[in-house]
């Protein structure tokens, strides 16, 4: 079964953290705990190694799951995120089934 990574502890972790890599070593889906965005900010989407190729590299707004804002990571894959100024027109960030990706930036 997929595995959880705790990667903040609320808002005020969250505003100091520039970047989130996560690297999934194993050979399944594993679930990331980022946290969601705090107000003003949003996650970018920088490299998502299981995605096609150009996706793979382009950057996009994502919104994180569930309550504790998650993000799946395919197995064998790595991820980077960075954290944002949100646009004036972002995402709602109720939170989803799936992190679901926005257009590209």
């Known amino acids: 079964?997929?595995?959880?990574?705790s990667l903040s502890s609320g808002a005020a972790a969250a505003t100091s953290q520039d970047a989130v890599?996560?690297?999934n070593g194993s050979g399944d889906l594993a679930s990331a705990a980022v946290g969601h965005a705090p107000d003003g900010f949003a996650w970018v989407r920088v490299i998502?190694?299981?995605?096609?190729h150009?996706?793979?590299?382009?950057?996009?707004?994502?919104?994180?799951?569930?309550a504790e804002g998650t993000y799946l990571v395919a197995p064998r894959a790595v991820?980077?995120?960075?954290?944002?100024?949100?646009?004036?027109?972002?995402?709602?960030r109720e939170?989803?089934?799936?992190?679901d990706p926005s257009p590209p930036i």
């Open 1 to 5: 079964s997929g595995g959880s990574t």
């Open 21 to 23: 890599v996560v690297f």
């Open 48 to 52: 998502d190694s299981s995605l096609a």
């Open 54 to 66: 150009p996706a793979d590299c382009t950057l996009a707004y994502v919104n994180m799951a569930g």
């Open 79 to 92: 991820l980077v995120l960075e954290l944002a100024p949100a646009p004036t027109d972002a995402p709602s």
């Open 95 to 99: 939170p989803s089934a799936t992190a």
